[in-house]
């Protein structure tokens, strides 16, 4: 095959998401996937702005200019966060660095490029839940369905551990230990890995739901109707649903979330 600039950078790519991140890095599926969808927007724009089809796309196309307008684009158009935005233009960084050391010709380009800052945002202060509140979300689903105790048991582990969504759905049975000193085992991101504790009771409920459910190792702890796992969404769903029930029994929370489940101290 010729070595064209269009092949030249579509091989860039290819060994940026296969030698570097895959097997160098030994990124997660998560990571890559993130990146994956960050290329996916970005060429499209390109595209677009280029007015050439992706795959006549050529390094020098993702300049400052591009990259800064397509920055824009992400906040303006697609409505992204700041964090989403500055997430985009890490795996951008991170693209362009790699190419420096395959081709050094396009330094002064890159460069360029790689001086975009982040954008800086506040964070706000994060509210919280009395004790009280948050059993009355957790005890919320109805227990006479099996629905309502997979989603008792979730949101019992969601507060016990202070999993991530993505940490949570992700547990399998095997990740379960409920002898003399009760345990979860959590596969954060980067392929970081912690064993958490829990409580008598969060323990209780799970050894409850073991019971309606296949024994299999690999099976999800909390697995959708489908038998899969959940997916973001429908946690975010089963939680909304849970505070919704709750404020008929606690008052105090119609105060506390006011028309938002998001000061519940899980992270969606």
Same mark, same amino acid.
């Given at each position: 095959?010729?070595?064209?600039?269009?092949t030249?950078?579509?091989?860039?790519?290819?060994?940026?998401?296969?030698?570097r $991140?895959?097997?160098? /890095?030994?990124?997660?599926?998560?990571?890559? @996937?993130a990146?994956?969808?960050?290329?996916?927007?970005?060429?499209?724009?390109?595209?677009?702005?280029?007015?050439?089809?992706?795959?006549?796309?050529?390094?020098?196309? %993702?300049?400052?200019?591009?990259?800064?307008?397509?920055?824009?684009?992400?906040?303006?158009?697609?409505?992204? !966060?700041?964090?989403?935005?500055?997430a985009?233009?890490? @795996?951008?960084?991170s693209? %362009?660095?790699f190419?420096?050391?395959?081709?050094?010709?396009?330094?002064?380009?890159?460069?360029?490029?790689?001086?975009i800052?982040?954008?800086?945002?506040?964070?706000?202060l994060? =509210?919280?839940?009395s004790?009280e509140e948050?059993?009355?979300?957790?005890s919320?689903?109805?227990?006479?369905?099996?629905?309502?105790?997979?989603?008792?048991a979730?949101l019992?582990t969601?507060?016990?551990?202070g999993?991530?969504?993505s940490?949570?759905?992700?547990?399998k049975?095997?990740?379960l230990?409920?002898?003399?000193?009760?345990?979860? /085992?959590?596969?954060?991101? =980067?392929?970081?890995?912690? @064993?958490?504790?829990?409580?008598p009771?969060?323990?209780?409920r799970?050894?409850?739901?073991?019971?309606q459910?296949?024994?299999?190792?690999?099976?999800?702890l909390?697995?959708?109707?489908?038998?899969g796992? $959940?997916? /973001?969404?429908?946690?975010?769903?089963r %939680?909304?649903?849970?505070?919704?029930?709750?404020r008929?029994q606690?008052?105090?929370l119609?105060?506390?979330? =006011?028309? !938002?489940?998001?000061?519940?101290?899980?992270?969606?």
């Open positions: 095959m010729k070595n064209t600039p269009q030249h950078f579509a091989k860039l790519v290819q060994e940026f998401f296969l030698d $991140l895959i097997r160098q /890095r030994n990124s997660s599926p998560q990571t890559v @996937a990146y994956r969808d960050c290329f996916r927007l970005l060429f499209g724009f390109a595209q677009e702005h280029r007015n050439k089809p992706a795959d006549r796309l050529v390094l020098a196309d %993702l300049d400052a200019p591009l990259v800064l307008a397509f920055l824009d684009h992400l906040e303006k158009v697609r409505q992204n !966060s700041i964090r989403s935005r500055n985009r233009l890490a @795996a951008i960084r693209f %362009l660095r190419v420096v050391l395959k081709d050094p010709q396009s330094l002064a380009t890159i460069q360029r490029a790689l001086a800052p982040m954008t800086r945002h506040s964070r706000p994060v =509210g919280f839940l004790r948050v059993q009355a979300i957790i919320a689903p109805d227990p006479a369905t099996r629905t309502g105790q997979r989603d008792q979730l019992a969601l507060y016990n551990t999993a991530r969504v940490e949570a759905i992700n547990i049975i095997a990740d230990a409920l002898g003399a000193s009760p345990s979860i /085992r959590l596969h954060g991101k =980067g392929r970081k890995d912690r @064993a958490v504790p829990i409580w009771a969060t323990a209780l799970l050894r409850r739901w073991l019971m459910i296949e024994r299999a190792q690999d099976d999800p909390f697995p959708a109707s489908s038998g796992p $959940l997916t /973001r969404s429908a946690v975010t769903d %939680l909304r649903r849970a505070v919704q029930a709750a008929g606690c008052v105090s119609t105060r506390s979330c =006011g028309n !938002s489940y998001h000061a519940l101290p899980l992270e969606i």
